[in-house]
T-cell receptor, first 113, second 113 residues
């Protein structure tokens, strides 16, 4: 079993829809949680990071962490065709700025105009 | 300095040949990471440096792989005696110790034929 599980999709939604992306994990030592967006043939780009449990909002994006359930989510409101990309969750032990990140498989999202 | 730069963008090599990739991090970032990403998967950690010191290496980094970061600036990743299983995107990322998350480069896509 992988440490981080993420449904690869693909997920197809109409423009303007609310998108929910999720990851589960098995290691309770993970403390910092991140979401990256990756366009085709590009490197991942950091969207959101969250420490421990709770919510964090940034524009159309909301990240949620539920450590008791070992479950994290990313919500995208008013989705746009430009949001079409692969979304990767990532997490790390201890401090979020040290050492390695463990990534999920990535979910491919397509937003149709 | 606008981001993490990787060279070359693409490399096609014959099985058994040696290849070397270069990464130039963001200048004020003291941490540098190498990841490998295969199609449909999330990035997998290979190794990371703080300044010129290599602090952690993954078991994925067999003895055919070597990474260096002389003088704590750019880094090179060398693969000796390449195998078809080495075909992947090799991603470099950098970060500062006081910031969360990495900045990734666009990667070097290696194809071993």
């Amino acid at each position: 079993q992988k440490e981080v599980e993420q449904d690869p999709g693909p997920l197809s939604v109409p423009e303007g829809a609310i998108v929910s992306l999720n990851c589960t994990y098995s290691n309770s030592a993970f403390q910092y949680f991140m979401w990256y967006r990756q366009y085709s043939r590009k490197g991942p780009e950091l969207l959101m990071y969250t420490y421990s449990s709770g919510n964090k909002e940034d524009g159309r994006f909301t990240a949620q962490v539920d450590k008791s359930s070992k479950y994290i989510s990313l919500f995208i409101r008013d989705s746009q065709p430009s949001d079409s990309a692969t979304y990767l969750c990532a997490m790390t032990h201890g401090s979020g700025n040290t050492g390695k990140l463990i990534f999920g498989q990535g979910t491919t999202l397509q937003v149709k105009p | 300095d606008t981001g993490v730069s990787q060279d070359p963008r693409h490399k096609i090599t014959k099985r058994g040949q040696n290849v070397t990739f270069r990464c130039d991090p963001i200048s004020e970032h003291n941490r540098l990471y190498w990841y490998r990403q295969t199609l449909g998967q999330g990035p997998e950690f290979l190794t990371y440096f703080q300044n010129e010191a290599q602090l952690e290496k993954s078991r994925l980094l067999s003895d055919r792989f070597s990474a260096e970061r002389p003088k704590g600036s750019f880094s090179t990743l060398e693969i000796q005696r390449t195998e078809q299983g080495d075909s992947a995107m090799y991603l470099c990322a950098s970060s500062r110790t006081d910031l969360y998350g990495y900045t990734f480069g666009s990667g070097t896509r290696l194809t071993v034929v």
